[in-house]
Each structure stands twice: as structure tokens, then as C-alpha cells.
């Protein structure tokens, strides 16, 4: 007998339908029975549940997690196994069979209690079919098109299928379309008319950082300014010696549970800076801290070195030794990484930024922070150097934005960090308009904008920055790939990596007006599936 609350009731406890998690396990199975079934006191398959607890343990202990389709089938038949055993203990225990069978002590061990902290696995509880997955009866935003990035009229297409079906296929997506027929073995998500976008592209964060700002925002809130808190040592010179004090893989430890948390919010890919190395170990540092934490995890990171975030000493002369000596290196170990710089009153100048791109552009894609307080010049030598993204633009004049419009660079807007600290805005509706290119990004750090949710970003935008909500879904998936120079996502279709989300809502205008919360119910990354209410 089934409730209507998602559970199985029995006379002996309550059991949560279906067999897809193992929770904190990490891997894919019965979290049902597993973890959370708790049947009524003195039942008789309480030993049954205990005992498939063990089983499913085990399984556990001998499974290494890794993205590869030989380990999913691994997985999946080991999940069967356990499934299979559940019914012979099952059927023990209703023949009135209570006892756990005894094992030899040499196989006792693997038994004990499981506990996580002492495994290699952290991650998401994901999911994984090798025959494939199809989720039925979506609004399905495909935002077809060869065009990257999207401009103008093509920024609000967002290329609707009402009521449609998407088949995915080990990480790929195979099929999309009215109907589509489910291969045997194929698991069904019915969406029931839920909206199915792709994933989120966070093309511009800082998550990768050490310590804490606590004390200092609580200073702003009681007044003090950013310059005053800067001059004391503070901001982003804290951040530094939190970093330089820690290992790279304390670095990467920081930086895990933060990845889980965006992709519980639908960011399936994000770009990650370094920056607050200043010399030129610690910025390799970051780099490799930054690809250790991204190496078990499901989504996409890519890595940018932001070597023009600060200065030490003299600003010349740190630049020429950037430049001299910093870059080479960069290069040496990430090869065509993208190469970054901050152009602002308190970072670096017009001039510096130059030099450095100057140099980097030959072998590397140059990105810029510009026009975040003041507009010093640099979003024209930005497009004459060939950036591939100019970012902030909240003080950017009229004909700035207009010459970004005509330009191949993409404007990328950080709503986000407006709303942390002086309310201002990039002028994204304007650019729109002109025919510019526009992407949205958090910009999370721990500086500006301590928020990595997607869906914030989005509300923002279209409150603040004067972008449709279409617009603002766009700037979020299929421009934030081309910022990247990802072609294979951004959008649902056939051939493209199977990064999805399902919303809870059935209009994609929800979640541009809702303000909080997280609007997803499913994450499909990478063809593997998780629900972003399990505990991670």
C-alpha cells in the first residue's frame, strides 16, 4: 500500500519508495533501507533491515568511485546484489527467522559501522543507469541553436518544447522530443510539466580562498569603509595570509564542500580564480588546489589564473615581475588557461593590465575585471586586446557598453556583488538592447559575494540589472559556456553533455520573481543524478 507522502506503508514500519541513494555513501543504492527505515519496535524485520544494512556496507567499503561507465555497470550490479539479498533476508524473516547469520572473524571487520570520515568518498549522492535515463512530460527550455554567444533577439529565444521528453544516455544527451520511446531498462522521471533547463554555468566565482571576513563585515555594517578596512589590512590582504598559510590540500579540502553546494543549486559547471597568492608559488598553488577539489567531482571546474588581482610592494615593479616571471610559470604547468586581471582604483592600473595582456594573449584567453567602482579606460584596451570577457561593468558609461555591443567580448554581470556592497548594477538590459552579448555569474568569494546560489543571481538580474527573465536564463546556461569556450552544454540537445536541471516550478518566470529558496528538484550532471535534498 502506498501513501501519497512518498512512503510504503507496511504493518511492521515505514519505508521510503524506491531504492536510489545510498545518502551519505556516496554511491547509488537503497538509502531507503539503508539509512532512514525505521521499522516500529520489536517488528520482525528489524534483523532483516540491520542485516541489509550490512550487506549494502560492504558493497560500499569494496566500490572506488570514478566517472567512468565500467565502474556505473560495477556499481549498478552491485546495487542488484544488494537488492537481491534484501530479498532472501526478507523472506527469512517472514519464514520467522530473526538472527543475523554468523560470519568468520576475518570478515568481520568489514561490518563495523560505517563511518564516512574515515572513507575516501564525500561526494554527492549520485546516481547512475547505464542503460540510460529519460525524463517524460517537461517543459524543456532547449535554447537550440548553433549561435554563441546569444545576442539581441536570440538572448530571449529560449526554444521551448511544452510537454516534451529528453533521453540520456551515459553522459550524453541522445534524443529530445514529444514522446520519445524508452529503451528497455531506461529509467522514467516523470516531470509532470516541470521545467527542465540545462545546467547552471557559473562562469565567474572566487570559491577557492582560506579564513574568514566575519569581523570585517560586521565593521561595514557599523559604518566602516571599504578603504578603511583595506588600509588596516584587511579584505583581500586577510584572505591572502589565510591562503598562504594553508597547505594545497587544506586549500582543496575548503573548497569541496563548497562544489557540493553550488551543484545543489544547478550549477553543474564553474570557473574558479586563483588571486590570492600574490607570489608566484601560491598562485600554483591555488591552481592545483583548485583541480585537486574538482577531480572527484561530478560537475566541471575551470580553473583561471587571476595573476593581476593585488600587488605587493611596489605596483610596477610586483607587475613586471608577474609579467617576468609569474606568467612563464603559469604557462609552464596550465597551458592556455585563461589569464585574468583586476583593473580598480585599489588593484591594478590600466597600464599594468596591459603589459600583462600584452604577453598573455599569445598563448592564453585574457579576461578583466573592469569599471566596478570607477571607469578608468579599460574596457576599449580590453576589446583591442581581444579579451574574451570584460566583467563587472557597474560603472560603465553609455559608450562603453555600446563599443562592448559591437565587440566579440561578452559583458558578464555580478549582480550578486552589487547587492553585498554599494547597491550598483551593470547597465545588462542596455547592453541587451545594443545588441551586446551578456552573461551572469555570481561572483562568490568571500570579498564581495558570499552567495553561490544561481537562482539569486537570476532574481537580481532582473530586478536590478534590466534583464528579462529569458534573457536572464540565457546569460546563466548557453552565454556562460561561450565565456568558457564549452560548446558541448548550454543547451538540450542531441550530442550535448547531459548537464540538466528539473524545477519544482512550471514556468521559468518563477525563478527569476521567487527570492530564496532552491527552486531545483533534480540535478542531472554529467548523465549521473542526484536530488539535491540528500544530505551530501
Wanted: aromatic share 6%.
Amino acid at each position: 500500500m502506498s501513501g501519497g507522502d512518498g512512503f510504503l506503508d507496511h504493518p511492521h514500519g515505514v519505508f521510503p519508495k524506491g531504492n536510489r541513494a545510498f545518502g551519505d555513501m556516496g554511491v547509488p543504492g537503497d538509502d531507503a533501507i539503508a539509512r532512514d527505515a525505521v521499522p516500529a519496535p520489536g517488528g520482525p524485520f528489524g534483523a532483516a533491515v540491520q542485516q541489509h544494512r550490512l550487506l549494502i556496507r560492504t558493497v560500499c567499503r569494496k566500490i572506488s568511485f570514478k566517472r567512468s561507465t565500467s565502474t556505473m555497470k560495477r556499481i549498478c550490479r552491485a546495487r542488484r546484489f544488494a537488492e537481491d539479498s534484501m530479498a532472501q533476508v526478507f523472506s527469512k524473516a517472514s519464514g520467522g527467522s530473526n538472527q543475523i547469520p554468523t560470519m568468520p572473524k576475518t570478515e568481520r571487520h568489514k561490518f563495523l559501522p560505517f563511518r564516512p570520515e574515515l572513507t575516501k568518498i564525500h561526494r554527492p549522492v549520485l546516481e547512475c543507469n547505464p542503460m540510460g535515463l529519460l525524463i517524460r512530460n517537461a517543459r524543456v527550455l532547449t535554447l537550440a541553436g548553433e549561435t554563441r554567444p546569444r545576442r539581441g533577439a536570440a538572448l530571449r529565444e529560449l526554444g521551448v518544447v511544452d510537454r516534451g521528453d529528453v533521453l540520456v544516455g551515459g553522459d550524453r544527451i541522445e534524443a529530445v522530443g514529444p514522446k520519445l520511446e524508452a529503451p528497455e531498462g531506461t529509467d522514467v522521471v516523470d516531470a509532470n510539466g516541470r521545467v527542465l533547463m540545462p545546467g547552471f554555468i557559473d562562469c565567474h566565482t572566487r570559491l577557492c580562498w582560506a579564513g574568514d571576513r566575519l569581523g570585517e563585515w560586521e565593521q561595514g555594517l557599523r559604518g566602516v569603509s571599504r578603504r578603511e578596512i583595506l588600509q588596516a589590512g584587511g579584505g583581500a590582504p586577510a584572505i591572502m595570509r589565510a591562503v598562504r598559510d594553508e597547505t594545497r590540500k587544506q586549500l582543496a579540502a575548503g573548497l569541496k564542500p563548497r562544489l557540493d553546494a553550488v551543484l545543489r543549486e544547478g550549477t553543474t559547471t564553474v570557473e574558479i580564480k586563483s588571486g590570492y597568492g600574490l607570489a608566484t608559488d601560491e598562485e600554483l598553488k591555488m591552481l592545483h588546489a583548485i583541480v585537486r577539489a574538482s577531480n572527484d567531482w561530478p560537475g566541471t571546474v575551470v580553473p583561471t589564473a587571476l595573476l593581476g588581482a593585488s600587488f605587493a610592494g611596489i605596483p610596477d615593479d610586483y607587475a613586471r615581475m608577474v609579467v617576468k616571471e609569474m606568467l612563464p610559470e603559469v604557462a609552464r604547468e596550465f597551458p592556455e588557461i585563461a589569464v585574468d586581471a583586476i583593473c580598480d582604483r585599489d588593484a591594478w592600473s590600466v597600464d599594468a593590465c596591459v603589459r600583462l595582456f600584452e604577453k598573455a594573449r599569445k598563448h592564453h584567453p585574457i579576461r578583466v575585471h573592469a569599471d566596478r567602482f570607477v571607469s578608468l579606460g579599460m574596457v576599449p584596451e580590453a576589446i583591442r586586446l581581444g579579451a574574451r570577457s570584460i566583467d563587472q561593468l557597474e560603472a560603465s558609461s553609455k559608450a562603453d557598453l555600446l563599443l562592448l555591443a559591437q565587440s566579440p567580448a561578452c559583458g558578464v554581470i555580478l549582480p550578486c556583488t552589487g547587492f553585498e556592497t554599494n547597491q550598483r548594477y551593470a547597465r545588462a538590459g542596455f547592453l541587451a538592447d545594443a545588441g551586446g552579448a551578456v552573461a551572469l555569474a555570481t561572483g562568490c568569494g568571500p570579498e564581495s559575494a558570499p552567495g553561490h546560489s544561481m537562482p539569486f543571481a537570476i532574481a537580481l538580474a532582473v530586478r536590478f540589472c534590466g534583464l528579462t527573465p529569458a534573457e536572464a536564463i540565457a546569460a546563466s546556461t548557453v552565454n556562460g559556456a561561450a565565456v568558457l569556450n564549452l560548446r558541448d552544454r548550454g543547451t538540450i540537445e542531441p550530442g550535448q553533455r547531459a548537464d540538466l536541471i528539473l524545477l519544482r516550478h512550471r514556468d521559468e518566470r518563477l525563478l527569476a520573481w521567487e527570492i530564496g529558496g532552491n527552486p531545483v528538484d533534480l540535478v542531472i550532471c554529467g548523465g549521473l543524478s542526484f536530488q539535491p535534498g540528500w544530505k551530501l
